[in-house]
């Protein structure tokens, strides 16, 4: 099981940490129920890690996960871009079936 980091978000993420003034060694990266197609993804400082979660390391970074969203995540790319005057991550999750059309959540078929 993988996160991956594409070199722009690991760098995105270290100035989140390093903005936490201490609070954060990690990120943590996980899904929630919204949307029109089901789910969208979180991506918030990590100030703790628990028994239920995974640490990933790319690039120097530290991605916490909590196990229960794995299925549904594992192997995700994420990346950070630059559009004018925005900016976001991008999300290459292999698990995804579906979209819905403002991109703002996705579909995935529930685990076994």
């Known amino acids: 099981m ?4 594409t ?12 903005r936490s003034e201490g609070r ?5 990266f996980g899904i929630k129920r919204t949307g029109c ?3 969208g993804y979180t991506v918030d400082l990590a100030e ?10 790319t690039g120097g970074v530290r991605v916490v996960v909590e196990r229960k969203w794995l299925p549904f ?9 630059r559009q004018g005057l925005n ?3 991008v999300f290459r999750n292999p698990n995804a079936t579906g979209a819905c059309g403002c991109g703002e959540s996705f579909t ?4 076994a």
Not at 24 to 28: D, G, K, Q
Not at 73 to 81: A, H, W
């Open 2 to 5: 993988t996160i991956q980091l």
């Open 7 to 18: 070199p722009a978000a690991q760098a995105r993420m270290r100035d989140f940490i390093a």
């Open 24 to 28: 954060a060694e990690a990120v943590r």
């Open 37 to 39: 197609s089901g789910y």
């Open 48 to 57: 703790s890690v628990g028994a239920d979660d995974r640490v990933f390391e």
């Open 73 to 81: 995540i594992d192997g995700t790319e994420i990346d950070f871009q």
């Open 87 to 89: 900016a976001t991550f």
């Open 108 to 111: 995935v078929d529930a685990p």
